[in-house]
């Protein structure tokens, strides 16, 4: 497996980046070279531990580069009777004493000529890979956004003969966790899970036992368990992403409409809401920024702190070690970054005089020279420590220069915190993460609250509003119940006493209009009766005379009043006819009318917290020949006949077979045998303020448009009503 991936290099190598020329050009700098195949191959995407190297056809090193590769550098290719044919490649045998390194080697030729080599070493050894730590510029970042696992977390414990020989991360197991890791059973199983206490923080732990028949080595792999700021984090991003898409897509339709000319006009309540949430998340949002703010001046502070640290420690380890020894400055540098385990630069003036960490120099991913910024501050301006950001590609970090007394000569130390490791007490990620998870939960729990807010300062407002329609519509025997106190409490009182002083003036109206109908009509008809009456009380009176007077006239005079009499009871016929037609009701106006449209409209303005009005059908419109206002003045009563019968749920339902039919059922008291078949009687009631008229008018509505009104069934589960129409043509 490994020597294919060599083998993949090669030949990706030997396609993209070799040419004929590489070793005729003699400013070429191989370390750089050796950089650009490493980090364009398998062995950069997958970390492994590897070396790159260039030789010449002296087989002598022309430039190399490492990635988590710690075995000592030869100048010189060793490659014992190795021989090449036609380019082929060629792999070293492990040692005895490296089992675990691979060697490929590559010849590169110029004119059929070998002019040089490319070598490829790779370290496939566990611990030799996990435990070398390598620079973050150096990872793989595609990789590592993929993973479902933070790597940064990850804590790895070598064992070897049951004594701890190496630590990766931040977290050291005690003597109680490492006997617990020992004393596992392998005999199985060479894997086990565990979950283990680290630091007072629970892991999810990975325990292999790996190694030779005869060897006794264990690793250990350590997750760190997610809190509940990290699953808030991850439920919220999920949450936000899909609201983001919700959003956008709503915001477009939003524009289609208004491009279109299209108007909304936003409800109390949405404006209210609206306004909660716009008071409630801007100064939400603004802590958030301020919090992170006020954390990265922390932040700061605690990596000016943790780097100045590290420094002076090089500082006072160098001046100890020159004290006691003859040793160079370079020999004590590489002992002070051995020791200490801290990556430094020593700069002389704008010159480096030392790096520990010379390959990544050689490579150009770092200038030679001194950051102009740190010249200025150091040099020109005589600061005596100085954090600077600087960049390797599109990755930042920090770098703390400061001003070192080394064996009585000045220099600059550089620190940066890309190679060098350490703890702040929250990191950028870890405060993006709580401040994602924690305010976007406070922020949910906003809409939330703003939302049940608004609905209850709303609501009273829609049900007034939507019982001023109800009024509108004739219907003044609506109640409203508020069980909230102050002034929306008051508000809805003043609204049902106006309905009741309503309800009563109308009932005082009708009777004076009634009064007052009847009074001018007894004028009228008595002065239409007083007109006949007179000339039959003269014709009357001229025959009683002529009968007195034995006039020879008396026929005649007889003839003329018995025709006068005649002429005046049809008058007073008329006069009887006209007014049995002022009395009676008006015809129903007859149209085509949607008996759905209609039964909507009669539960939209019908209002009442004791009951609830749906109107249930599977059609979208069913037409009959009738009177609209007569019909929805009929549902209106009925429904108010079921709430007043205890009713909380009425239904009605349009449905449409043979004939069109309304069926207006409710939950209700129902009503008694005794009285069912008088209820569509005239003048019956058994309300205390009723007329017994409402069922009455409806039912001689109904029959006049050609229909019916029965009751399909009462009892003490509810009351169910049934109107037919007859089909429209």
Request: overall charge positive; glycine content about 4%; hydrophobic content about 40%.
């Amino acid at each position: 497996m490994v020597k294919k991936l060599i083998t993949q290099v090669f030949e990706k190598a030997k396609e993209e980046l070799l040419d004929e020329n590489l070793y005729i050009n003699e400013e070429i700098n191989f370390n750089a070279y050796s950089f650009i195949v490493w980090s364009n191959s398998v062995l950069h995407k997958n970390s492994m531990s590897s070396k790159v190297a260039f030789y010449n056809k002296n087989k002598s090193l022309m430039g190399d580069f490492r990635y988590k590769y710690d075995f000592p550098s030869k100048d010189t290719l060793r490659m014992r009777s190795f021989s090449f044919r036609n380019g082929e490649i060629r792999f070293d045998e492990p040692s005895r004493r490296n089992r675990k390194v691979i060697r490929g080697v590559m010849p590169i030729y110029h004119e059929n000529d070998v002019e040089g080599y490319l070598v490829i070493k790779v370290n496939y050894g566990l611990a030799k890979t996990i435990f070398k730590r390598a620079p973050r510029f150096l990872s793989d970042l595609k990789s590592t956004y993929k993973s479902p696992v933070n790597l940064r977390e990850l804590k790895i414990f070598a064992f070897e003969d049951k004594k701890l020989k190496n630590v990766f991360g931040d977290i050291y197991p005690g003597l109680t966790v490492q006997k617990e890791i020992l004393s596992l059973d392998f005999s199985k199983d060479k894997s086990i899970w565990r979950n283990l206490e680290f630091g007072g923080s629970s892991y999810n732990t990975y325990i292999l036992k790996y190694g030779e028949a005869n060897e006794d080595k264990i690793l250990v792999l350590a997750l760190l368990k997610k809190g509940l700021t990290r699953n808030i984090f991850d439920f919220f991003k999920i949450f936000f992403v899909h609201t983001f898409f919700i959003f956008v897509i709503v915001l477009l339709m939003l524009l289609i409409n208004i491009k279109q000319g299209r108007s909304y006009k936003y409800s109390f309540k949405t404006q209210l809401l609206i306004s909660f949430l716009v008071i409630s998340i801007i100064p939400l949002i603004f802590l958030a920024v301020y919090f992170r703010d006020l954390q990265d001046e922390k932040n700061t502070s605690a990596i000016f702190y943790k780097l100045k640290k590290r420094a002076v420690s090089v500082e006072n380890f160098i001046n100890a070690k020159l004290e006691v020894s003859e040793k160079s400055l370079k020999e004590i540098s590489d002992m002070a970054s051995t020791d200490l385990g801290i990556e430094f630069n020593v700069y002389e003036e704008d010159h480096l005089v030392y790096t520990s960490y010379p390959e990544y120099f050689q490579t150009g991913l770092f200038p030679d020279k001194l950051n102009p910024v740190a010249f200025k501050k150091l040099v020109l301006e005589g600061y005596n420590e100085f954090v600077n950001i600087e960049k390797v590609d599109d990755m930042e970090y920090n770098s703390f220069y400061y001003y070192g007394n080394i064996g009585g000569t000045y220099y600059i130390l550089k620190v940066n915190d890309i190679l060098n490791t350490y703890l702040i007490p929250m990191s950028g990620t870890e405060i993006d993460i709580f401040l994602f998870g924690s305010y976007s939960f406070a922020a949910i729990l906003i809409v939330i609250f703003s939302t049940i807010i608004a609905n209850q300062i709303s609501q009273p407002i829609r049900k007034l509003t939507e019982a001023t329609k109800s009024v509108a519509g004739g219907d003044l025997d609506l109640e409203l119940y508020q069980y909230s106190r102050g002034e929306v409490k008051e508000l809805v009182d003043g609204f049902n006493t106006m309905i009741k002083d309503l309800r009563q003036s109308r009932q005082e109206l009708a009777e004076v209009e009634r009064e007052t109908a009847w009074k001018e009509m007894a004028r009228q008809v008595a002065h239409e009766i007083k007109n006949p009456l007179t000339p039959m009380k003269l014709a009357v009176q001229q025959l009683v005379i002529a009968r007195k007077d034995k006039s020879p006239k008396f026929e005649d005079i007889f003839n003329k009043v018995t025709k006068t009499f005649d002429q005046q009871i049809d008058t007073l016929r008329n006069i009887a006819d006209e007014f049995s037609n002022f009395a009676r009701m008006p015809e129903p106006n007859r149209e085509k009318i949607d008996i759905v449209k209609i039964a909507n409209d009669a539960a939209n303005l019908y209002v009442d917290d004791r009951a609830e009005v749906n109107v249930v059908t599977e059609l979208d419109k069913c037409f009959i020949t009738g009177d609209e206002d007569q019909l929805k003045r009929t549902m209106i009563n009925m429904v108010r006949n079921s709430i007043q019968a205890s009713s909380t749920q009425i239904k009605i339902e349009v449905l449409q077979n043979d004939k069109s039919c309304i069926k207006i059922s409710d939950n209700g008291n129902g009503i008694p045998d005794n009285i069912r078949k008088k209820i569509f009687d005239a003048n019956f009631t058994t309300k205390v303020e009723g007329m017994g008229l409402g069922l009455n008018m409806a039912k001689r509505f109904i029959n006049k448009i050609g229909g019916e009104i029965k009751i399909e069934k009462s009892d003490n589960s509810g009351t169910i009503f049934i109107i037919k129409f007859p089909k429209v043509n």
